[in-house]
């Protein structure tokens, strides 16, 4: 499967964003996707994950509340919902996807062996 994120830009504080990450090749439908996050300096971390085995969903405790992952299987899309955006949400954002993923890996970037390309947000204050 191929991934096409998009969505990013600039938003100021307070404001949301929709980030989608388009598969392509094989159907999102069977695969487990995640958003991740990487701010400059620092390492890439965890967002949200949409799993497709038994449809469960996790997002990260710095963004609950704020952010929501869903998917359209129909148009073989995940999004990335960010409401309240703050600027220590500023970072590229990839989504990455895999057949299989055991709940215990979900937060794992080991865990994918597919990414898309990734798409800055910038929040400013």
């Known amino acids: 499967v191929q991934l096409q994120a998009s969505g990013g830009g600039l938003v100021q504080t307070g404001g949301s964003l929709r980030l989608s990450c388009v598969a392509s090749g094989r159907t999102v439908s069977r695969h487990t996707v995640a958003w991740f996050r990487q701010a400059p300096g620092k390492e890439r971390e965890f967002v949200a994950v949409?799993?497709?085995?038994?449809?469960?969903?996790r997002i990260a405790e710095s963004v609950q509340g704020r952010f929501t992952i869903s998917r359209d299987n129909t148009k073989n899309t995940v999004y990335l919902q960010m409401n309240n955006l703050r600027p220590e949400d500023t970072a590229v954002y990839y989504c990455?996807?895999?057949?299989?993923?055991?709940?215990?890996?979900?937060?794992?970037?080991?865990?994918?062996?597919?990414w898309g390309q990734g798409t800055q947000v910038t929040v400013s204050s």
């Open positions: 990455a996807a895999s057949p299989s993923v055991i709940s215990s890996n979900v937060a794992s970037q080991a865990a994918y062996g597919r």
């Open positions: 949409s799993k497709f085995s038994d449809g469960s969903r």
